[in-house]
């Protein structure tokens, strides 16, 4: 390449690494963590489990911990093959209910199913979904329920502090936050009704009953793979307005064990994420430019391969790239490994959205706990 153009893609990295550093600077100042008040209506907290014996004990216990609002506790146990349902029993709680699943319809995903049936069986004015990997404060419902309260909002959502104890969890699951913190503009998502600036986090999703069951619940998104996203651009299609706030300091999550698991994970949410023939290759472009190619132009540059002003261009980008993810970390509680490893998390990232786009036509299906599910070729 010429020094021209070498300059040029310095730049263009510098200009892509400005894009999240300024929303995502924004965005740390518009979310905030609620502040919790006492209510007196109910909020039944919904915990779908598929074979969730290391978890569910847990989760469980810290859902009947909480406090400030009255709650109610449903466990949709769906065909574990565990000690699940043993374990939930064992609480022994006359807040706390078991429910069977009934047996996965065609065209249904199990997560989907699962809430749509403990929904209809909840007394809640409102309803919690929690995955049964995530552990709530005990102020967590009221302040979720106080957020929607004060806003009107009919769904409020927020990311938990997610833990990664593994060098493979750290490469991974750290592209939550960034992502939505880097490019979701959050002020406008709360100015403007367009359903496409919608987004939850299917971890923590508090819902109003009454606007759940009018815009048809999760059986009208029930092949969706990505509740998250589906779930809140359904309400605003409906015309309901939805939040988020800062939920670092309201539960915790661990997502997943190790890299595999978290490969497996990302993988099956890329079907309706980043990975469309339209959308990825921007994506790349932003991400890539702005994250990925600046330490690689560095390394270059310091072996003589680039010019002086791209590598100038190259670490500012890289010093813009790093102090965002160093703003992240700082806000998500995420550990602080996840700084330098940034570049990488985000090669990663793309590096599975790539693979779920290239497989998707001959995989054909995505599959989670135990089940295989049809996917678009999008």
Not at 234 to 257: E, I, K, P, Q, S
């Amino acid at each position: 390449m010429t020094d021209s153009i070498l300059t040029a893609l310095a730049l263009l990295c510098l200009v892509t690494a400005l894009l999240p550093a300024v929303l995502a600077a924004v965005n740390l100042a518009a979310l905030r963590r609620p502040m919790p008040e006492t209510g007196t209506g109910l909020v039944s907290i919904l915990i779908p489990a598929r074979n969730e014996a290391g978890n569910i004990d847990a989760t469980v216990r810290a859902a009947l911990a909480s406090t400030s609002v009255p709650v109610e506790v449903i466990v949709g146990d769906d065909h574990s093959t565990d000690a699940t349902a043993e374990i939930v029993r064992a609480v022994g709680d006359p807040r706390l209910r078991l429910v069977s699943v009934p047996a996965l319809p065609e065209g249904w995903t199990g997560k989907n199913h699962a809430c749509s049936h403990m929904a209809g069986l909840a007394r809640g004015d409102h309803l919690l979904f929690l995955d049964a990997d995530v552990r709530l404060e005990a102020e967590a419902a009221a302040a979720v329920a106080a957020q929607a309260r004060r806003t009107g909002a009919a769904l409020v959502s927020g990311v938990p502090r997610q833990r990664t104890d593994t060098l493979g969890e750290m490469l991974t699951v750290p592209m939550i936050d960034f992502l939505l913190l880097g490019f979701l503009p959050v002020p406008l998502m709360r100015r403007l009704p367009d359903p496409s600036l919608g987004a939850a986090c299917g971890q923590l999703i508090l819902v109003d009953r009454a606007a759940y069951t009018a815009v048809g619940g999760h059986a009208a998104i029930r092949r969706s793979l990505h509740d998250g996203v589906r779930l809140a651009r359904l309400f605003r299609a409906a015309g309901y307005r939805t939040d988020l706030v800062a939920a670092a300091a309201l539960a915790t999550c661990r997502m997943y064990d190790g890299f595999t698991q978290a490969w497996a994970g990302f993988s099956k949410n890329a079907h309706e994420g980043m990975a469309t023939p339209r959308a990825l290759p921007v994506w790349t472009l932003l991400l890539g430019c702005g994250q990925v190619l600046p330490p690689l132009l560095i390394l270059a540059g310091l072996l003589g391969l680039v010019p002086a002003s791209a590598l100038a261009l190259a670490a500012l980008a890289l010093a813009l790239s790093l102090a965002t993810r160093t703003a992240v970390t700082v806000a998500v509680r995420a550990p602080w490994a996840t700084i330098p490893l940034h570049p990488a998390a985000v090669a990663v990232a793309l590096a599975i959205q790539w693979n779920v786009l290239l497989r998707r036509e001959r995989a054909g299906a995505a599959t989670w706990k135990g089940r295989s599910y049809p996917v678009s070729g999008g």
